[in-house]
């Protein structure tokens, strides 16, 4: 099954590889430039005039969007979760070459839990404060407020490690 499967991977590298390139450009651009862009934008203008009803609407609405585009990075992470690992049995490459291992510790390391979190969040607890925002509007803000949150914390961490992914997997160094 195991030599079947390699040589299924390695007649078609190329076209495996180019999913797997896609959907890491997919996953890394779909949420990240949209919430440091417009999303920030939107919470900064409606931090500095609280009151103001249009700035409000506008902060929510970009929030909508990012929800919108969150859909597409959950589409993509199993879709790398799966052609990775399958490019690594065809690849020849090996655990002992630095690059693969730097890029697979942030994987696991960071990606993994923010990952699991991530769709927890966006597809239980968001969908039932979602579905529920009329009959509790201050259960939905919460769940706002906690998103927002999760967005603060893990922000400079991703703006770091996908261009670092990224970086490890074009280039391939072999630094030592």
């Known amino acids: 099954m195991t030599d079947s499967l390699i040589n299924f991977v390695a007649s078609n590298f190329l076209y495996i590889k180019f999913i797997h390139v896609f959907f890491a450009f997919l996953w890394g651009l779909a949420v990240p ?13 409606y931090n500095a005039d609280p009151g103001n009803e249009e700035l409000e609407r506008r902060m929510w609405w970009t929030w909508d969007q990012i929800d919108k585009l969150i859909v ?7 879709i790398l979760i799966i052609t990775g690992p399958l490019m690594f049995l065809a690849s020849g ?12 510790s942030i994987i696991i390391i960071i990606y ?11 597809h239980f607890y968001s969908a039932h404060a979602e579905a529920r925002k009329l009959e509790d509007p201050d259960g939905y803000k919460k769940m706002r407020a906690d998103q927002i949150r999760f967005f603060k914390i893990i922000s400079p961490t991703v703006r770091i490690t996908i ?9 391939k160094p072999m630094w030592w």
């Open 33 to 45: 430039p949209a919430f440091t862009v417009y999303v920030r934008r939107a919470m900064n203008d």
């Open 112 to 122: 993994v839990p923010i990952e699991a979190f991530d769709i927890w969040f966006s």
């Open 72 to 78: 597409l990075e959950h589409i993509a992470w199993p």
């Open 163 to 171: 261009p670092a992914i990224w970086f490890l997997a074009i280039v």
């Open 93 to 104: 490459w090996s655990l002992s070459d630095p690059w693969i291992m730097m890029k697979l």
